[in-house]
T-cell receptor, first 116, second 113 residues
Framework: DTGVSQDPRHKITKRGQNVTFRCDPI?????LYWYRQTLGQGPEFLTY????????KSRLLSDRFSAERPKGSFSTLEIQRTEQGDSAMYLC??????????????FGPGTRLTVL | GENVEQHPSTLSVQEGDSAVIKCTYS??????FPWYKQELGKRPQLIID?????GEKKDQRIAVTLNKTAKHFSLHITETQPEDSAVYFC????????????FGTGTSLTVIP
């Protein structure tokens, strides 16, 4: 499968625990985005990487959230001290900036987080 | 920042009829407007996109129109089929700068056989 992959697909955790999600973008895609989606809403931007540099973060992203893309390939999103309000689908997307179809995003299947 | 509004939130059409979904945006710097289809439990998939240098783009039964002056763009689906039933999202982006994508709140389309 050459598409965007995410792991795990589902995560159930207790409030206060830390969780980490992984995203593997399409090979050679230099841009990677993290989104959060709740039921009935569109994807909400969290953060964006170009290669290994985190270029933009949403003002909605609290300091409990941190993301990395250490080698410009896969990325991790960590949520510390989870709260029930963190329950959502976390989507990753990647794109390649240097083609005619630049900015076409390809989404991963998402990680569904449930905080009890 | 950019604000994208999408209407209607739900839409039911008879099979074979057309469906139109409309979005407005606020930031004139936005110049790339993709549309995504999301089926229940699945990832959003790009179905069509348009850049601000054109006013209309077609791909078989799907078309998108853009009015830069009025800052609105629309998705048109003709000859709808039951498999078109899904949630559709519009989005706006500032092109190759890679800035964040701003999504609408979605339209749940039901095509009645």
């Amino acid at each position: 499968d050459t598409g965007v992959s995410q792991d795990p697909r589902h995560k159930i955790t207790k409030r206060g625990q830390n969780v980490t999600f992984r995203c593997d973008p399409i090979s050679e895609h230099n841009r990677l985005y993290w989104y959060r989606q709740t039921l009935g809403q569109g994807p909400e931007f969290l953060t964006y990487f170009q290669n290994e540099a985190q270029l933009e973060k949403s003002r909605l992203l609290s300091d409990r959230f941190s993301a990395e893309r250490p080698k410009g390939s896969f990325s991790t999103l960590e949520i510390q001290r989870t709260e029930q309000g963190d329950s959502a689908m976390y989507l990753c997307a990647s794109s390649l900036s240097m083609t005619p179809a630049y900015n076409e995003q390809f989404f991963g299947p998402g990680t569904r987080l449930t905080v009890l | 920042g950019e604000n994208v509004e999408q209407h209607p939130s739900t839409l039911s059409v008879q099979e074979g009829d057309s469906a139109v979904i409309k979005c407005t945006y606020s930031d004139s710097a936005s110049n790339y407007f993709p549309w995504y289809k999301q089926e229940l439990g699945k990832r959003p998939q790009l179905i069509i996109d348009i850049r601000s240098n054109v006013g209309e783009k077609k791909d078989q039964r799907i078309a998108v129109t853009l009015n830069k002056t009025a800052k609105h763009f629309s998705l048109h689906i003709t000859e709808t089929q039951p498999e078109d039933s899904a949630v559709y999202f519009c989005a706006a982006n500032q092109g190759n700068t890679g800035n964040q994508f701003y999504f609408g709140t979605g339209t749940s389309l039901t095509v009645i056989p």
